[in-house]
Each structure stands twice: as C-alpha cells, then as structure tokens.
C-alpha cells in the first residue's frame, strides 16, 4: 500500500516551537522513501513513524515528504516491488524497518542514503563492513545485542526455575546462509550449559510447522520457549501466545508487542527509540554526513514487561546498565521486579501454566512444578 505525507502541513503547530529548533534547515523539500513490513492500519507501526516524523519536526525539518510501502505480507516480489519504487522516486534517503526491506532496497541502489531501524545482524547480512565503519550506503540501530540470548534465558529461569528445555523457533535465514537465530543462540547455549538446560532452535517455514514444533516441544514435561525477535514470529504473535498458553509454556518474549497481546513476559529494545534515534540520523545526513560515516548504534534502552502487576509505561533500563558485571542472576531479578517480585512471577506462572484442571498434564508435570 502507497502512503504520502507532507509534514509541512503542520506548519501552524511548528509556529511555537523555539527559533532554534523550528527554523526549516533549508529552502527546498526533502522528501524520504520508507519500506514498512507490516499492514498500513498497524497501529504500532503508524506509532513509530509518528515518532520518527515528531523528531525530525523538532530538528527544525518541517518541510518533508514521505513516500511510504506497506506490505504486510512475506511475498519477495512484493518487496522487492515496493523496494524498486521508491528508489526511482530517487528520494533524499531511505528509511528502513528490518532485514528484509533493507535487503530489498540495498538491491535497488548503493547511492541513496539508507538507514534501518531494527535489523538484528548487519554485518551477518552483509549490509554494512562493521559497526564503527559500515562503509556503504546504509547504516541504522540494532534491534538487539547477540548476548540477549543469553538474558532471556535468564530471565525464563528466574521466573520458571523447573523449566530445563527451551525452544527457540526460527524462520528467517541471514544473507550469508546462517539461521538468523544463531545471532542470538550462541550466548543463549552458553547460559543453557551453565543452568543445565536443554536449548534447541527449530526452523518453521509457515504457521503449520510453528504449531507442529511447539506441540511436539510440550509433549515431554518441564518445557518452555524464548521467542527471538523475528517478522515472522511478530506476523504469528496471536498464534504463538495461545499455543504458549494451550500447552502451558513459560515463555519469554524479545519484544513488548507479545505482552500487549496477552504474552506472559518480555525484555528487549524500546523499539520507538530506534526510530527516534533514526530521525537524528537523517538530520545528520540531510546536513552533509555519509552513512558510511555514521556508526551502526546497538540499542540504548531495554525494559521488561509483564502481565503481573504491569505498568502501562514501566520504567526503561539503560543497556549499558543491563551490561554492567554482576553476579549471575541480579541482572534478572532487578528486571523481574519492573513488574512484581519473581515470587509474584512464579505464582503467575503457576496458575496460568501448570496448576490446571488438566489432570493429565498435570500428572505429567509432575510436583516440582509448584513455583509460589
């Protein structure tokens, strides 16, 4: 779907704004070519464009007009479609969502300006040489670090303690050939050997192989699953958070999406700071800046949220304070208590998961699977 917008008309609002902030950076229009992965009606979506655009306003660029595709489907020729026009509308730049339309629009141009909001793995993917350097055309923001693997299992851990064998289901494969996921399981196999837990990835091609992985996942007892921060599994968020609850799987969550839907538990990126970060770095670009000289920036906030005792707007951590050494486990006990006390959590998770009029499953579980 086609979107044009012309920021320009809020030019009566931008009339109070600070000289300094609000005078137009120059006198002629900059317009913006943006690829969305997801339906036009997303709200979130709509929310971090807003974002965007509400950052750009206030670095004075009043004047802009962004030319946007949706697709909210995964059809390549579709993409690669939306990709082709929007470069031949030869913008000032490109703002990309994820790997995918990044993909997309590094095929149709290495000349214009290109900056992605939420890719996981750029230097996997081939899209930039470095962080420091990305060399190129395009640079952007991380959706999250690869030692995230690790922290969601600690966290799923800490809240679940009996679990001890965790699914990690995929779709997506890196540009280079290796599962996307691999960007995160490294650290999460080296937390799972120190907490003695079985961790596995499982690639699923369509909603019928997820369900298939999942179920066959919960038929041995103590089970529980990370779910990594992926399109596809955002596109199947419904049918993942009721298999989770159907089956009775603690789960843990990359993105705060999942628990406004009804997800038990999540810790990842404040993705609207991507894109607000995204807007500083069009300014800088509009200005004189190359991409190849604008850093690839890792994520500056994480937050954690849950269903017991949640918050509208909990408090975001910085993600060098996440990062900082302590001993194992602190980390995730100060992330638990965003939103109770693991005490709380576990007693969530009891109820919600386990402590069921199924007689068999709860035969099954066995009684070590009591947590308050």
Same mark, same amino acid.
Not at 12 to 24: D, T, Y
């Given at each position: 779907?086609?979107?044009?917008?012309f920021?320009g008309v809020?030019?009566?609002?931008?009339?109070?704004?600070?000289?300094?902030a609000?005078a137009?950076? &120059?006198?002629?229009?900059?317009?913006?070519?943006?690829l969305?992965a997801a339906a036009? /009606?997303? =709200?979130?979506?709509? $929310?971090? !464009?807003?974002?965007f655009?509400?950052e750009?306003?206030?670095?004075?660029?009043?004047?802009?007009i962004?030319e946007t595709r949706?697709f909210?489907s995964?059809?390549?020729?579709?993409?690669?479609?939306?990709a082709?026009e929007?470069?031949a509308?030869?913008?000032?730049?490109?703002?990309s969502?994820?790997?995918?339309?990044?993909d997309?629009?590094?095929?149709?141009?290495?000349?214009?300006?290109?900056?992605?909001?939420?890719v996981?793995?750029?230097?996997?993917?081939?899209?930039?040489?470095?962080?420091?350097?990305?060399g190129?055309?395009?640079t952007?923001?991380t959706i999250?670090?690869p030692t995230?693997?690790g922290?969601?299992?600690?966290l799923?851990?800490e809240?679940a303690?009996?679990?001890?064998?965790?699914?990690v289901?995929?779709? &997506?494969a890196?540009?280079?050939?290796?599962?996307s996921?691999?960007?995160?399981?490294? /650290?999460? =196999?080296?937390?799972? $050997?120190f !907490?003695k837990?079985?961790?596995?990835?499982?690639?699923?091609r369509d909603?019928?192989?997820?369900?298939?992985?999942?179920v066959e996942?919960a038929r041995p007892p103590?089970?529980?699953?990370v779910?990594i921060?992926e399109?596809?599994?955002?596109?199947?968020?419904?049918?993942?958070i009721?298999?989770?609850d159907?089956?009775?799987?603690?789960?843990?969550?990359?993105l705060?999406?999942?628990?406004?839907?009804g997800?038990l538990?999540?810790?990842?990126?404040?993705?609207l700071d991507?894109f607000?970060?995204?807007?500083?770095?069009?300014?800088?670009i509009?200005k004189?800046?190359k991409?190849?000289?604008?850093?690839?920036?890792?994520?500056?906030?994480v937050?954690?949220?849950?269903?017991?005792?949640d918050?509208e707007s909990p408090?975001?951590?910085?993600a060098?304070?996440?990062?900082r050494?302590?001993?194992?486990?602190d980390?995730?006990r100060?992330?638990?208590?965003?939103?109770g006390?693991?005490?709380?959590c576990r007693?969530?998770?009891?109820?919600?998961y386990?402590a069921?009029s199924d007689s068999t499953?709860?035969?099954?579980?066995?009684p070590g699977?009591?947590?308050?």
């Amino acid at each position: 779907m086609r979107r044009r917008e012309f920021l320009g008309v809020l030019g009566s609002a931008a009339a109070a704004w600070p000289l300094a902030a609000g005078a137009q950076q &120059s006198g002629r229009i900059r317009r913006i070519g943006v690829l969305m992965a997801a339906a036009e /009606s997303d =709200r979130q979506v709509q $929310s971090r !464009l807003a974002v965007f655009r509400g950052e750009l306003q206030k670095l004075g660029w009043t004047d802009i007009i962004m030319e946007t595709r949706y697709f909210a489907s995964s059809d390549a020729e579709t993409v690669q479609r939306y990709a082709k026009e929007l470069v031949a509308l030869q913008p000032d730049l490109l703002l990309s969502q994820n790997t995918n339309t990044t993909d997309a629009l590094l095929q149709q141009t290495r000349v214009i300006p290109i900056i992605f909001a939420i890719v996981s793995d750029p230097i996997g993917n081939g899209f930039v040489a470095s962080f420091p350097r990305p060399g190129g055309n395009v640079t952007g923001f991380t959706i999250s670090e690869p030692t995230m693997g690790g922290k969601w299992l600690e966290l799923l851990n800490e809240i679940a303690p009996s679990v001890t064998r965790v699914l990690v289901p995929h779709n &997506s494969a890196t540009l280079s050939g290796l599962p996307s996921a691999e960007y995160y399981l490294s /650290s999460l =196999r080296a937390t799972a $050997s120190f !907490l003695k837990i079985d961790a596995r990835a499982a690639f699923v091609r369509d909603a019928s192989e997820l369900e298939s992985a999942i179920v066959e996942h919960a038929r041995p007892p103590l089970g529980g699953l990370v779910v990594i921060p992926e399109a596809f599994l955002t596109a199947h968020t419904l049918e993942i958070i009721s298999l989770a609850d159907r089956y009775h799987l603690p789960t843990v969550y990359s993105l705060r999406h999942f628990i406004q839907l009804g997800g038990l538990l999540s810790y990842g990126n404040v993705i609207l700071d991507n894109f607000r970060r995204a807007a500083i770095y069009a300014d800088r670009i509009f200005k004189g800046a190359k991409p190849s000289e604008l850093p690839v920036e890792a994520p500056e906030k994480v937050r954690t949220g849950g269903q017991p005792q949640d918050r509208e707007s909990p408090r975001p951590h910085r993600a060098a304070d996440v990062a900082r050494p302590r001993r194992r486990g602190d980390r995730m006990r100060a992330a638990t208590s965003e939103f109770g006390t693991s005490a709380t959590c576990r007693r969530a998770i009891n109820v919600r998961y386990w402590a069921r009029s199924d007689s068999t499953r709860t035969s099954a579980s066995g009684p070590g699977l009591t947590l308050s």
